[in-house]
């Protein structure tokens, strides 16, 4: 029973960042076509804005604020790293300069993150606390989490579906030349999507800092899962990466507790392999069609 | 055309480039080897990047302040010391290049460092070629004598720590007990000399796991291993904040047993941090020798000169230093210091022939006995560590020994 | 009964002279020499200098060199994404120093086993390529990239991965003139010749086929290439590559530990190729230059901001030079020829000219070129093909009109093989072909062109129309001019026949065109009509699908009608001319071109 709660809710918990992650890599993706190697150092940045302000004794309405400060923050940095990438891009997405471009960024913010905060793990106090199941103690954070993931789903369907910059932005994905003739302005919208993606990175860095990995060299790990999850899902699918990444947590967690902890980092990505080889456009993803 | 004059002037312009880098490193004089005037240069490697800066930097302020004490008592031979630092970042690729920079362009007579036994391993060529002795920071059993003939590491060996963890455990009667270690290669070569021990002493592994250095969450593991129904888990990790996050998931589990930790058990500021101050109730750990006493007892006044002394040289670093690490990284400067004048020479056999022959007679700074030899390498051995509880301490880095 | 083979006639051969005139073409030579030249002087530099540091530094970026090369032959020419080729490098290398070391084999023999052991597992890392492409086949091998050095140590026992392998090679401290050992000349050696090895696949067959299955999958097959298997083949010859450098890097450093590969090698090794510039050869040595030389060595006593410098550097180079620097560079400098005004007609002579004199028919047959019966194929649930028939014999002009959206681009990509079919068949010159490959299909007679036309722009005019070296009637004089003028320069029209003379260089004896006419002018147009009619008389079977009728009625000998996915009408021009439904269904656009 307690091997049940523990897979389950830990990896529910731990799957909700990845999904969190892999829905604001698939945000960046649909309005520009450009998968973000940094956005795990941009989950990091999030908490180690909770990092600096929170201790023990904080309260629970600075820990809201403090949250959404840092989503803003991660917000706006996105928006510039959005800037400078875009810049130069002829059509945003045939050119893989994006690709060094983005890892680049991704060395840029680990070096400043080693530079302010040192090499160090930064440990966050839990302020929301732990609850009890089945005989287990697991923080908050793992259903809250859960919840801010539903929350964005909903979120960004509502935003696509009933908003002008929502409904322009699913344009871009679907046919980019076609929104453009249209007037669509299209870099504003393609800036709107990074700074969107910056917020929903920013807010689950800032929520979930206590139980995540913090420092310089944790923000790969967290890109990589969440490109998993996204890929598999079916990139640019929201849904499946709603799904998919409360999967890659428990099967995560299955891999540890049956075959032992080494496995941790191999499970998701041998999960990634399996999926790409059987079904190349991901689970909920469409086979894009290409006119011959 | 101008295509081709243009791609020409390009190639010119990288064999410039090229020539021109080779040639500013060489403008230095070429010094011949052991030159006996002007400052004593000392290379130091350490990660200053990457996984492992966070001890790389211990090690580095250890090392630092051992520099300056080892000056100010006249320096090596009435030379000063100079210090030569470089980043390995924690790749041995890197390590060697950095290696043969020291030693080729730099000069130095001797080096403290590297801290991976991989980067350990690839340095030994270039330092056995130029006869270049050190005090690396590794405590793999593959580095023996034969292996590493002029390098004796400063850190407690892994097999040691495991022998003295299990000792401990066949003294309080455990029978079953479980392994829990990170992916580290300290965590690695200790899964493996626990496991032999284990069996050895006759005690039942009941499980055996591994996580990585970074993870939050330990609870899948922990609840593996909890199914075992061990009397004590045997937990070898790479810092203080692992072992928090082990014991905060032990705590969620409700799962109250001792744990022996191998070094990085006793980080207590660290652990604290994370699971509490009295996560640590039942909690023993190893730990150089100078830094555990018993209650009622003072430390040893070596150890609190360098205690003030270090927080007086890098007060912003020291609530987070990790004090026996930095303590045995000054005596590493000390003991250099002694073996160099004791053999006469900075020539790497002539030090290690001197030190192998005479560690009676060497002292450290704070660890008051040195135990290599010429069948043991490892500076720190088995009579100079404790096993302390890292949740009391008697005084300022200084804990309860278990055995009080 | 009569085969393709009769029909087509005597096969033709690549001129020796042009085949072995260019082994590297004329606009790489500079940088090729530009590139092995820096490499050996910069690499003879330290030895002669006397300077220990810096002669291992240069040598073991003359090994990263080398490997970004054999990456930049992957993703510059065959278009693959991989970061997984330092997976590949540390595989050959650790393969290598395990056999050498625990296992005791002399250097020579553990040194093959490191080359084979990298190359297999290079072309496992490539076996993905076959599914997918793109940012996903760039994840997959990132994978391995992330995964490769934990399984090393995961599995330590056989690999003694946590500590690392020292390695010493025999001759290792006999040297030579300045110092140099057998080892650091195979090293220069080796990292100078990349640039030529790549100059080479670029200007070989092998080179052309990898940039045209790149460019459209599709039309590599209809011309009888395997995209898959030339994939592998890249990969296979990028791993190679790799897996050479990896059993130098042994003795380089003299051991060898997953450390040393970690993932961020791999995209240090992707970066410099980007950064050098994808399409350039020597791209990749500027690449390592700046990501490798300047952050780590030139600049190493800053240490902890050694990250940023890399990102930075990155970062910054390719805000300012997104095509690479080479790439830039060239764009500056290049002038290629500009094309003729008269392209297209001497396009169109010279295809009359080649093609008109070949007699095909062994002795007229009324035999069909192709048999459709009963096709029929849905989409979701759109049908797209509803029961279609048709016949084309030799010889004959067949042309195939209907309105939008009736199915006729599908009918031609179901009989070119491109997409399956729910039932039916089609019957080329009496072999059934419905289950065919494309490229199986193709390599029995087929051609065709696309909607769209498939010229390949980063190759020249010349490698557009003779990708196979079939195109002997070309003067030399012709040759050389068209190989100086880049592709992307050609009008539309242009474009079109040049697509048609690629496919003619393959003698096909059925052709499928797929509204040749769009876009062409007035005059394109006649010059157009006369091609097809002249190869109509010798004997090729052409299926035409059409929209500029007056084009169809003045070349064709029977005319179909499409709708709704089926065959409604087929009979000769002049009959459906004066046919009243037809007419409705055409609405009326064909009386007002009568």
Request: with cysteine; net charge neutral.
């Amino acid at each position: 029973m307690q091997e049940l709660v523990i897979t389950l809710v830990s990896g529910i918990g731990q799957g909700a960042i990845i999904t969190l992650v892999a829905m604001s890599l698939n945000v960046l993706y649909n309005a520009t076509g450009i998968l973000n190697f940094a956005q795990g150092d941009f989950l990091v940045v999030g908490g180690v804005v909770t990092f600096l302000v929170v201790h023990r004794g904080t309260s629970l309405a600075i820990l809201v604020a403090i949250v959404v400060a840092g989503a803003v923050l991660v917000g706006l940095m996105m928006g510039a790293q959005g800037v400078l990438t875009l810049a130069r891009l002829r059509s945003s997405v045939d050119q893989h300069s994006w690709l060094v471009t983005t890892l680049a960024a991704s060395a840029i913010i680990e070096s400043c993150i080693l530079l302010e905060e040192g090499p160090a793990q930064l440990v966050v106090p839990n302020r929301p606390g732990t609850f009890e199941l089945a005989g287990v103690r697991q923080p908050w954070l793992y259903p809250v989490l859960l919840g801010l993931a539903i929350v964005a789903f909903f979120g960004l369907r509502a935003f696509h579906g009933h908003t002008t910059t929502g409904l322009a932005m699913s344009a871009l994905r679907q046919d980019l030349d076609a929104a453009r003739a249209a007037g669509a302005p299209i870099r504003l919208l393609q800036l709107a999507g990074f700074g969107i993606s910056g917020l929903l990175i920013g807010v689950t860095g800032a929520l979930a800092a206590p139980v995540i990995s913090l420092s310089q060299s944790s923000g790969i790990t967290y890109a990589l899962s969440g490109f998993a999850a996204a890929v598999i899902g079916g990139l640019g699918n929201q849904l499946g990466a709603l799904i998919a990444g409360p999967v890659l947590g428990v099967l995560t967690e299955v891999a540890i507790f049956h075959l032992g902890g080494e496995y941790e980092q191999i499970a998701p990505l041998v999960l990634l392999a399996m999926v790409l080889l059987v079904r190349p456009e991901g689970v909920l993803g469409q086979a894009a069609p290409r006119r011959v | 055309m101008t295509h081709s004059r243009a791609t020409r002037c390009l190639g010119a312009a990288i064999g410039l480039m090229l020539v021109a880098t080779a040639a500013c490193s060489t403008k230095k004089p070429s010094n011949n080897t052991a030159s006996s005037d002007g400052p004593l240069k000392v290379g130091l490697m350490v990660p200053l990047t990457g996984n492992l800066a966070q001890p790389g930097g211990w090690i580095q302020e250890g090392v630092e302040y051992g520099v300056k004490q080892v000056n100010a008592a006249g320096g090596v031979d009435n030379r000063k010391v100079q210090l030569v630092t470089v980043d390995t970042a924690g790749d041995p690729t890197q390590a060697v290049t950095d290696a043969n920079k020291l030693i080729n362009q730099d000069k130095v007579q001797f080096i403290i460092g590297p801290i991976t036994s991989d980067a350990m391993t690839a340095v030994l060529p270039v330092e056995n070629q130029h006869g270049v002795a050190s005090i690396p920071v590794v405590g793999s059993a593959e580095l023996t004598p034969s292996k590493m003939p002029y390098g004796f590491s400063m850190l407690l060996n892994a097999a040691d720590q495991a022998k003295a963890m299990v000792t401990f455990a066949q003294k309080k009667n455990y029978t079953r007990v479980a392994i829990l270690h990170d992916n580290g290669q300290q965590g690695l070569s200790a899964d493996g000399a626990l496991k032999a021990d284990a069996k050895d002493a006759g005690l039942t592994v009941t499980g055996d796991q591994q996580y990585s250095v970074g993870d939050t969450d330990i609870s899948a593991q922990a609840l593996s291993l909890k199914r075992g129904n061990p009397q004590a888990v045997l937990l070898f990790p790479t810092d203080g904040t692992d072992v928090g996050h082990v014991l905060q998931a032990m705590k969620n589990l409700s799962w109250n047993v001792p744990v022996v930790g191998g070094y990085g058990a006793h980080y207590s500021t660290q652990i604290a941090a994370v699971s509490g101050p009295s996560s640590m109730a039942n909690l023993t750990a190893t730990a150089y020798a100078p830094f555990g006493a018993c209650p009622g007892q003072s430390a040893p006044s070596a150890t609190k000169a360098f205690l003030s002394g270090i927080k007086a040289f890098k007060p912003n670093a020291f609530a987070a230093l990790a004090l026996d690490l930095a303590a045995a990284s000054v005596d590493s400067v000390s003991i250099m210091k002694q073996g160099m004048e004791g053999a006469g020479s900075t020539s790497g056999a002539k030090f290690a022939s001197w030190v192998e022959t005479h560690s009676g007679s060497i002292s450290g700074l704070i660890n008051p006995s040195v135990s290599a030899s010429q069948s043991s390498h490892y500076l720190f051995g088995p009579s100079d560590m404790v096993l302390v509880r890292p949740g009391k301490q008697v005084s300022t880095g200084v804990y309860e020994r278990a055995d009080c | 009964m009569p085969n393709l083979q009769t029909l087509r006639g005597a096969p033709r051969t690549a001129g020796p002279a042009w085949r072995a005139a260019v082994r590297i073409r004329r606009e790489h030579r500079i940088e090729v020499t530009t590139g092995s030249v820096a490499v050996v002087i910069g690499s003879l530099v330290p030895f002669a200098l006397g300077d220990a540091y810096w002669q291992q530094v240069v040598l073991l970026m003359d090994l990263y060199v080398a490997v970004a090369v054999f990456l930049n032959i992957l993703r510059g020419e065959a278009g693959q994404i991989s970061f997984g080729i330092g997976a590949v490098f540390g595989a050959g290398a650790y393969a290598e120093g395990m056999a050498a070391t625990v296992y005791g084999v002399p250097y020579w023999l553990s040194a093959i086993i490191g080359i084979v052991a990298g190359f297999l597992f290079g072309i496992v890392t490539a076996l993905p390529a076959l599914r997918v492409q793109g940012y996903y086949l760039g994840f997959i091998t990132l994978a391995v990239a992330v995964v490769f050095p934990a399984m090393l140590i995961n599995y330590n026992g056989f690999t003694h991965a946590v500590s690392g392998i020292s390695v010493t090679v025999p001759g290792q401290y006999t040297t030579t003139v300045w110092g140099l050992n057998w080892l650091a000349i195979t090293v220069i050696v080796v990292a100078a010749l990349s640039f030529v090895v790549h100059a080479r696949v670029r200007a070989s067959r092998f080179g052309r086929q990898l940039k045209t299955a790149a460019a459209s999958p599709e039309a590599a097959a209809s011309l009888g290439m395997r995209p898959g298997l030339l994939r592998l083949a890249a990969f296979g010859l990028a791993g190679l590559g790799a897996a050479v450098c990896g059993v130098l890097y042994v003795p380089t450093t003299g051991f060898v530990s997953p450390g040393a590969f970690p993932f961020t090698l791999s995209i240090l090794l992707y970066f410099s190729v980007i950064v050098g510039g994808a399409g350039s050869i020597v791209g990749p040595l500027l690449g390592i230059c700046l990501l490798y030389l300047v952050p780590n060595v030139v600049l190493s006593g800053l240490a902890e901001y050694r990250l940023l410098i890399y990102g930075g550097t990155a970062f910054v180079v390719m805000l300012i030079f997104p095509d690479g620097i080479i790439g830039f560079l060239r764009s500056l400098f290049t002038s290629g020829r500009s094309l003729d005004d008269d392209l297209g007609s001497q396009l169109a002579d010279a295809m009359l000219e080649a093609r008109a004199t070949e007699v095909r028919r062994a002795g007229l047959t009324s035999e069909p070129a192709l048999v459709i019966s009963q096709v029929r194929r849905s989409f979701g649930r759109v049908r797209a093909l509803e029961g279609a028939d048709l016949a084309v014999r030799p010889g004959e002009v067949h042309g195939l009109v209907g309105a939008n959206g009736s199915g006729k681009t599908t009918l031609l990509n179901a009989v070119s093989g491109l997409i399956r079919l729910d039932g039916g068949s089609i019957v080329i010159a009496g072999r059934d072909v419905t289950h065919m490959s494309p490229t199986r299909r193709a390599n029995a007679g087929l051609g065709r062109t696309f909607q769209a036309p498939r010229v390949f722009e980063d190759m020249s005019l010349h490698e557009n129309l003779d990708l196979d070296g079939r195109a002997t009637e070309l003067s030399t004089s012709q040759r050389d001019r068209w190989d100086e003028s880049s592709a992307q320069l050609l009008t539309h029209g242009q474009r079109r026949l040049t697509e048609l003379y690629r496919v003619l260089t393959r003698s096909p004896a059925l052709l499928l065109l797929d509204e040749p006419a769009a876009g062409l002018s007035a005059q394109e147009r006649d010059e157009l009509g006369g091609v097809l009619r002249n190869l109509a008389s010798t004997g090729v079977a052409i299926l035409l699908v059409e929209h500029d009728l007056a084009l169809v009625w003045s070349i064709a000998d029977t005319v179909s009608v499409m709708e709704l996915g089926s065959v409604v009408r087929t009979d000769s021009p002049s009959a459906l001319a004066s046919d009243q439904s037809i007419d409705a269904l055409l609405g009326g656009g064909f009386n007002a071109q009568r």
